[in-house]
T-cell receptor, first 116, second 113 residues
Framework: AQSVTQLGSHVSVSEGALVLLRCNYSSSVPPYLFWYVQYPNQGLQLLLK??????LVKGINGFEAEFKKSETSFHLTKPSAHMSDAAEYFCAVSNTGYSSASKIIFGSGTRLSIRP | DGGITQSPKYLFRKEGQNVTLSCEQNLNHDAMYWYRQDPGQGLRLIYY???????QKGDIAEGYSVSREKKESFPLTVTSAQKNPTAFYLC????????????FGQGTRLTVV
């Protein structure tokens, strides 16, 4: 079975500081990995995804993530935090989808706060 | 514009009543999903469907039911058997294949009164 673990339910950084949100996954098959962002009382929006190929993936709003198979990790980073980055972030994993049972599993989320 | 529409945005239910949450998409996606979101627990999968007239239980299907009679629609019924239904419910859709992302609606907040 696939699963995702997000380390730290709440992360607080200063404006302009590095953002690092941690995600580790478990999968018996090559995973597809995603990061989503959620603003209060809204749905989720895709930040970036890893399927195959380059392990460093760039997304919207200056975020990027690196797939490390040896560490089973897919951490999300941004070099310089903005106030507008304050939101909830979710890591997710999907299977290869070759069967009819393809589904997306989400982590428990990390709330990112930005200090002025 | 293409997207996913959930309605209503807010819903109040009396104990013992069934309520149905609507989810419609015009993205021509085959797969649709229902998630429940509670504070600190992330998104938990209730039901998902890969094709019309077929759906599978997720991790927390007890007390919920769905139908998929049309490709565009995937309504969720919260039955009286669901003991703690107060939550934020999110509907999503995607192409099949696992490597494509899910697109989400804006959610329905259900409160039991």
């Amino acid at each position: 079975a696939q699963s995702v673990t997000q380390l730290g339910s709440h992360v607080s950084v200063s404006e302009g500081a590095l953002v690092l949100l941690r995600c580790n996954y478990s999968s018996s098959v090559p995973p597809y990995l995603f990061w989503y962002v959620q603003y209060p009382n809204q749905g989720l929006q895709l930040l970036l995804k890893y399927t195959t190929g380059a392990t460093l993936v760039k997304g919207i709003n200056g975020f990027e993530a690196e797939f490390k198979k040896s560490e089973t990790s897919f951490h999300l980073t941004k070099p310089s935090a903005h106030m507008s980055d304050a939101a909830e972030y979710f890591c997710a994993v999907s299977n290869t989808g070759y069967s009819s049972a393809s589904k997306i599993i989400f982590g428990s989320g990390t709330r990112l706060s930005i200090r002025p | 514009d293409g997207g996913i529409t959930q309605s209503p945005k807010y819903l109040f239910r009396k104990e013992g009543q069934n309520v149905t949450l609507s989810c419609e998409q015009n993205l021509n996606h085959d797969a649709m999903y229902w998630y429940r979101q509670d504070p600190g627990q992330g998104l938990r999968l209730i039901y998902y469907s890969q094709i019309v007239n077929d759906f599978q239980k997720g991790d927390i299907a007890e007390g919920y039911s769905v139908s998929r009679e049309k490709k565009e629609s995937f309504p969720l019924t919260v039955t009286s058997a669901q003991k703690n239904p107060t939550a934020f419910y999110l509907c999503a859709s995607s192409q099949t294949g696992g490597d494509t992302e899910a697109f989400f609606g804006q959610g329905t907040r259900l409160t039991v009164v």
